[in-house]
């Protein structure tokens, strides 16, 4: 599918940034130049080179660009992690195209709706799926692979700006929304100067799932400045397999998600020795297991990441320290990064002074392209807007935030209802979405369940039915059981249509729905149902 679709800015950026970014395939290739032997990837402790998949890379690339694969085509990826996947991502980029990694355990349907929206013209998988062309590459070594490719590729001439990735994420309107991310976006974070920690003598494990922003964090974050990255094949990762990366494979840089970094923390604090940075966010961090690993680990420095997908991977890092798990309000998220500018608006689109909350608002080269094929929301969250009298485009991130007076950016919540759980963005609104859609739902309430600490920890469903689960009607007739209105059974369709992070760890029928003494909706009653609910379970 062509990006005709698409709405495309030029936007204005950093200034203290060149506008020369390097392409992801052209900063892997570079490397491949400089320094052919040296490891790319680790796989199943075997090491595979810059020149091995360079080359294999332009080898796929051959036989994607005879099956008509170009400028603005993106093509959906359905294969497991490995060394392969990865030749074959810049593969598609070296073609001009964009790839979207999509999950092979989301729900048939949820894969569905997506290859839909991007109606492709070629899906790389394993196995045929009948509606779409595909091309299933051979299970061949990369060494195999490389050894056939008799001449070079040439990509097409593109620039920095030009679309290399989708990110599908949760919507509000219950259909999966992809984000269109520039080949910029990944490179500006990495460049000299840019964050520590990658480059040559650096090695980052590869465990973030396949369709997320941060996949392309540990995967091209050291592919394009020279280090190693360490591909890991188990979903589960656990605090031995850390130790055992450190070890083996001399892992010295770990971006881990809030929730992985808490339970390693409860678990095996010691599992980060050997480390020489870690970088945890995607969800609000909790002081006090911050706190324990800078008492633990004084001499591993801890920073804090924050950014949604729109502006991909990071927009501000802070360093913690132990003064950080002090402040009242939670943990700062930081300054921006290099290439970025963020900003704190007000109703207005003015800048905020320092301790008032505004919304957090994006700009610079790590921006998307825009929402795929929504143009009507790409202009909707991607304005232009005047700034002292010069035209900056933006994304509007819904965040609530505030500066301080030293600068240093503080969240403070969502001004609509999308919460982070386990790393991965959820809309509310999707999983109602989607529950409505059930047989047997007449309406539906999603409620994110949040520990002490205001991290979400699960996600609960209270719904109305036009039956009990015991089959009684409203008049008290008892006609037949209708099995969607169970909730279990309600729960097993969710399971069938959302992704598992999204699908409620509650799930409960209502006879109707808690107010408060103005008659609106009493979500604090409905939270205090959930805490005495088990999880997926009946009423």
Request: charged share 20%.
């Given at each position: 599918?062509?990006?005709?679709?698409?709405?495309?800015?030029?936007?204005?950026?950093?200034?203290?940034?060149?506008?020369?970014?390097?392409?992801?395939?052209?900063?892997?290739?570079?490397?491949?130049?400089?320094?052919?032997?040296?490891?790319?990837?680790?796989?199943?402790?075997?090491?595979?080179?810059?020149?091995?998949?360079?080359?294999?890379?332009?080898?796929?690339?051959?036989?994607?660009?005879?099956?008509?694969?170009?400028?603005?085509?993106?093509?959906?990826?359905?294969?497991?992690?490995?060394?392969?996947?990865?030749?074959?991502?810049?593969?598609?980029?070296?073609?001009?195209?964009?790839?979207?990694?999509?999950?092979?355990?989301?729900?048939?349907?949820?894969?569905?709706?997506?290859?839909?929206?991007?109606?492709?013209?070629?899906?790389?998988?394993?196995?045929?799926?009948?509606?779409?062309?595909?091309?299933?590459?051979?299970?061949?070594?990369?060494?195999?692979?490389?050894?056939?490719?008799?001449?070079?590729?040439?990509?097409?001439?593109?620039?920095?700006?030009?679309?290399?990735?989708?990110?599908?994420?949760?919507?509000?309107?219950?259909?999966?929304?992809?984000?269109?991310?520039?080949?910029?976006?990944?490179?500006?974070?990495?460049?000299?100067?840019?964050?520590?920690?990658?480059?040559?003598?650096?090695?980052?494990?590869?465990?973030?799932?396949?369709?997320?922003?941060?996949?392309?964090?540990?995967?091209?974050?050291?592919?394009?400045?020279?280090?190693?990255?360490?591909?890991?094949?188990?979903?589960?990762?656990?605090?031995?397999?850390?130790?055992?990366?450190?070890?083996?494979?001399?892992?010295?840089?770990?971006?881990?998600?809030?929730?992985?970094?808490?339970?390693?923390?409860?678990?095996?604090?010691?599992?980060?020795?050997?480390?020489?940075?870690?970088?945890?966010?995607?969800?609000?961090?909790?002081?006090?297991?911050?706190?324990?690993?800078?008492?633990?680990?004084?001499?591993?420095?801890?920073?804090?990441?924050?950014?949604?997908?729109?502006?991909?991977?990071?927009?501000?890092?802070?360093?913690?320290?132990?003064?950080?798990?002090?402040?009242?309000?939670?943990?700062?998220?930081?300054?921006?990064?290099?290439?970025?500018?963020?900003?704190?608006?007000?109703?207005?689109?003015?800048?905020?002074?320092?301790?008032?909350?505004?919304?957090?608002?994006?700009?610079?080269?790590?921006?998307?392209t825009g929402y795929l094929a929504s143009p009507e929301l790409t202009a909707e969250k991607f304005p232009t807007i005047d700034y002292g009298g010069v035209p900056l485009r933006i994304?509007?991130?819904?965040?609530?935030?505030?500066?301080?007076?030293?600068?240093?950016?503080?969240?403070?919540?969502?001004?609509?209802?999308?919460?982070?759980?386990?790393?991965?963005?959820?809309?509310?609104?999707?999983?109602?979405?989607?529950?409505?859609?059930?047989?047997?739902?007449?309406?539906?309430?999603?409620?994110?369940?949040?520990?002490?600490?205001?991290?979400?920890?699960?996600?609960?469903?209270?719904?109305?039915?036009?039956?009990?689960?015991?089959?009684?009607?409203?008049?008290?007739?008892?006609?037949?059981?209708?099995?969607?209105?169970?909730?279990?059974?309600?729960?097993?369709?969710?399971?069938?249509?959302?992704?598992?992070y999204a699908v409620p760890a509650i799930v409960r029928w209502l006879d109707r729905f808690p107010v408060t003494p103005n008659g609106k909706l009493d979500r604090a009653e409905l939270?205090?149902?959930?805490?005495?609910?088990?999880?997926?379970?009946?009423?």
């Amino acid at each position: 599918m062509m990006y005709a679709s698409v709405v495309s800015h030029a936007g204005v950026c950093d200034l203290a940034i060149s506008d020369s970014e390097p392409l992801i395939h052209r900063a892997v290739a570079r490397q491949a130049q400089l320094r052919p032997d040296a490891t790319a990837l680790i796989e199943r402790r075997r090491p595979v080179s810059y020149r091995t998949l360079d080359r294999a890379a332009s080898r796929y690339a051959s036989e994607l660009s005879a099956l008509g694969i170009g400028v603005g085509d993106v093509v959906p990826m359905l294969l497991p992690r490995s060394a392969r996947l990865a030749a074959l991502q810049l593969a598609v980029l070296k073609c001009g195209a964009a790839y979207a990694g999509l999950d092979r355990r989301w729900p048939a349907e949820r894969i569905a709706a997506i290859l839909g929206q991007i109606s492709p013209a070629v899906v790389i998988t394993d196995s045929p799926l009948g509606e779409y062309p595909s091309y299933q590459p051979p299970a061949a070594d990369l060494e195999a692979v490389a050894a056939a490719c008799e001449e070079q590729f040439h990509p097409p001439e593109l620039g920095g700006a030009a679309p290399a990735t989708v990110f599908f994420t949760s919507g509000t309107t219950g259909m999966p929304k992809g984000v269109v991310s520039p080949h910029q976006a990944v490179t500006r974070l990495f460049r000299p100067g840019g964050l520590d920690g990658f480059g040559p003598g650096h090695a980052t494990p590869q465990v973030a799932p396949l369709p997320w922003d941060m996949y392309a964090f540990e995967l091209w974050g050291q592919l394009t400045s020279g280090g190693t990255t360490v591909l890991v094949e188990d979903d589960h990762f656990l605090p031995g397999a850390l130790r055992e990366l450190v070890r083996d494979c001399g892992v010295d840089t770990l971006w881990i998600t809030t929730s992985l970094f808490n339970l390693f923390v409860d678990e095996d604090a010691d599992c980060f020795k050997g480390l020489g940075q870690v970088l945890t966010g995607g969800e609000k961090l909790s002081p006090a297991h911050v706190r324990a690993f800078l008492r633990c680990h004084p001499d591993i420095p801890l920073r804090n990441g924050y950014g949604p997908a729109e502006s991909c991977m990071l927009t501000t890092t802070r360093l913690l320290t132990l003064a950080d798990c002090d402040v009242a309000g939670g943990i700062p998220v930081g300054t921006a990064l290099a290439g970025t500018t963020v900003l704190v608006l007000d109703a207005d689109d003015q800048p905020c002074p320092a301790g008032e909350p505004g919304e957090v608002c994006i700009a610079g080269k790590g921006l998307a392209t825009g929402y795929l094929a929504s143009p009507e929301l790409t202009a909707e969250k991607f304005p232009t807007i005047d700034y002292g009298g010069v035209p900056l485009r933006i994304y509007r991130t819904g965040d609530v935030g505030a500066f301080d007076s030293a600068g240093v950016l503080h969240f403070r919540g969502r001004r609509d209802r999308q919460v982070k759980i386990s790393g991965h963005r959820v809309e509310m609104t999707e999983i109602e979405a989607t529950a409505r859609g059930l047989a047997g739902v007449r309406d539906c309430v999603a409620l994110p369940l949040t520990a002490p600490d205001g991290q979400v920890v699960r996600l609960a469903l209270f719904y109305l039915a036009s039956t009990a689960p015991d089959g009684t009607a409203p008049d008290g007739t008892p006609p037949e059981r209708d099995a969607n209105t169970d909730p279990l059974a309600v729960s097993d369709q969710l399971v069938r249509l959302l992704p598992a992070y999204a699908v409620p760890a509650i799930v409960r029928w209502l006879d109707r729905f808690p107010v408060t003494p103005n008659g609106k909706l009493d979500r604090a009653e409905l939270a205090r149902i959930a805490r005495t609910s088990r999880r997926r379970s009946a009423r």
